[in-house]
């Protein structure tokens, strides 16, 4: 049996990971450690991208304590929470402002600015998305145009701006000693900035937001036989452990979830909903308000490409119950509160904090709780933020139905979320579909570890990683059609509610 072992690190939006696995895809080590979420106004979402560098060292150092002896890591992958921009001066190693987290709306009028005439889908049609908060090219622009300094910096070759692949790859290479200024296809794939087919930074993208490109990293495959490089030997590793993969951690849990084929699809929940239908290797452009974006590229193959929908509040639903309200004292306690009472008692919660992402790419929307009688507990609004993620979901199930003309009958899901099984269960109701959840759930990672593996030989091939996946638990719809309908239709109005918001 192969002894090798792969280290991911998984960075995500509230805290960083980092996973030794072995050969078969089992976990032998973990680390992780949160960190701070900063909201100096109304809309920013902002990270401390030195913080994450030092959780990522710890992380590190953690896993491969718990993972015990054995041999020197063969890879290292990354996955990464997608359009969150780092700025930093490659000569200090410090960032120039903070990071701007994918949640962030400050670009809101700079977006509408840009639409100009043409309207959100100016720039679809080369990048796959609309001009929206999310994506990170529009942060860029914001970020040359109100931090002092920072465009001449630029011109002095002063100025690195990329995702958090780009970041973490950069130190744990050698930071300012020569670290590699790289990103991945699908990482680059959520700038705005991107050509969706001709795979390359767009002369005409830039130009448009004014960005230069000499602040951008240089874009690679997901997975690379010859490495970007190799971790610093006086880091977290110790050793020297080629650097040659990474994803977006949706499109790494896309390949986790063992999802290669055209027509399978997944959903993670996390602090977002994200899911992703695999569509070949052609882009599939939307026409329901879903986004197109790269699967993943394998070595010198063609890239594959997905269809998305992305919610911005899910997971963060429970913590906002729990940290803003008070309703709960820790997250796992949602399920048994929600499960108390039969239904919502006719509560509706739209969780529109950052505005509505896919189908409605809604800046202006608002989060709003409707339907509150005397008569309504905590545990009907408990059910109802659950009642909420899933709805959001089915949205954009329906919205996916409509662009590849599949049924979608079954549904892969992962993430945190998953182990509440009350959610699963309204999702196959409301959505119509079965949920399968995986034996192992931690797909993110695992899709960031195939990705390396398969770099280095650890893994041969999709078939053979497509037989480690295995099956944990199945989640059947038993809603009779008018139940799910008169569902869904109430929803629709408290949407209509939180779309009609007139600040």
């Known amino acids: 049996m192969k002894q090798e072992r792969i280290v991911a690190i998984d960075q995500g939006t509230t805290s960083t990971r980092c996973f030794v696995f072995d050969a078969r ?34 992380t590190v150092a953690e896993a491969l304590q718990a993972a015990g002896d054995g041999p020197p890591p063969a890879a290292v992958g990354i996955t990464n929470q997608r359009e969150t921009l780092v700025i930093w001066n490659p000569k200090t190693g410090q960032p120039w402002l903070p990071a701007i987290v994918w949640q962030d709306t400050r670009t809101k009028e700079l977006c509408e600015e840009l639409a100009g005439d043409e309207g959100k889908d100016r720039f679809r049609a080369r990048t796959g998305l609309p001009l929206a908060t999310y994506f990170s090219g529009p942060k860029l622009r914001w970020a040359l145009d109100h931090t002092p300094g920072l465009r001449a910096a630029a011109q002095r070759g002063e100025v690195f701006a990329g995702t958090i692949d780009s970041w973490l790859i950069w130190n744990l290479t050698g930071g300012i000693q020569g670290g590699v200024f790289v990103t991945d296809v699908t990482n680059a794939s959520r700038t705005l900035l991107f050509h969706l087919e001709d795979l390359s930074w767009d002369a005409e993208l830039l130009a448009a937001l004014d960005v230069p490109a000499s602040v951008l990293p240089r874009v690679v495959s997901s997975s690379d036989r010859t490495p970007w490089g190799y971790t610093d030997p006086g880091g977290p590793f110790g050793v020297r452990v080629p650097v040659c993969a990474a994803l977006g951690d949706q499109q790494a849990a896309l390949l986790g979830q063992g999802c290669f084929d055209p027509g399978d699809a997944k959903n993670t929940y996390g602090t977002g909903c994200f899911l992703l239908a695999h569509t070949g290797t052609k882009p599939v452009f939307s026409r329901s308000g879903l986004i197109t974006t790269v699967a993943h590229r394998l070595g010198d193959e063609p890239a594959c490409y997905a269809l998305e929908g992305s919610v911005a509040i899910a997971g963060a639903l429970v913590q906002w119950l729990r940290d803003n309200l008070g309703l709960i004292s820790s997250a796992s306690e949602i399920e048994a509160l929600a499960a108390s009472v039969p239904d919502t008692g006719g509560v509706y919660l739209v969780p529109a904090f950052s505005g509505l992402f896919a189908p409605h ?52 899901v992962d993430g945190g979320m998953v182990q509440n099984e009350l959610l699963c269960t309204i999702q196959a109701n409301l959505s119509n579909l079965e949920l399968v959840r995986p034996a192992q759930t931690e797909t993110t990672a695992l899709g960031a570890a195939y990705a390396a593996g398969l770099a280095v030989d650890v ?45």
């Open 361 to 412: 790419w809604r800046a202006d929307a608002r989060g709003v709780l409707v339907g509150l009688t005397r008569f309504s507990t905590k545990a009907h609004i408990a059910r109802a933020a659950l009642e909420a993620v899933a709805h959001q979901v089915a949205d954009v199930l329906d919205a996916m139905r409509v662009d590849t003309g599949l049924t979608l009958d079954e549904l892969r």
């Open 459 to 503: 893994f041969g091939s999709l078939a053979e990683l497509r037989e480690l996946w295995t099956e944990d638990r199945r989640f059947r719809p038993t809603f009779d059609p008018a139940h799910r309908q008169r569902e869904r239709s109430t929803w629709a109005k408290a949407l209509e509610r939180s779309l009609g918001w007139v600040e």
């Open 25 to 58: 895809g089992m976990v032998l080590g973990l680390g992780q450690k949160e960190h701070e979420q900063f909201f100096p106004r109304p809309g920013w979402v902002e990270h401390d991208a030195l913080e994450i560098w030092r959780a990522t060292q710890n």
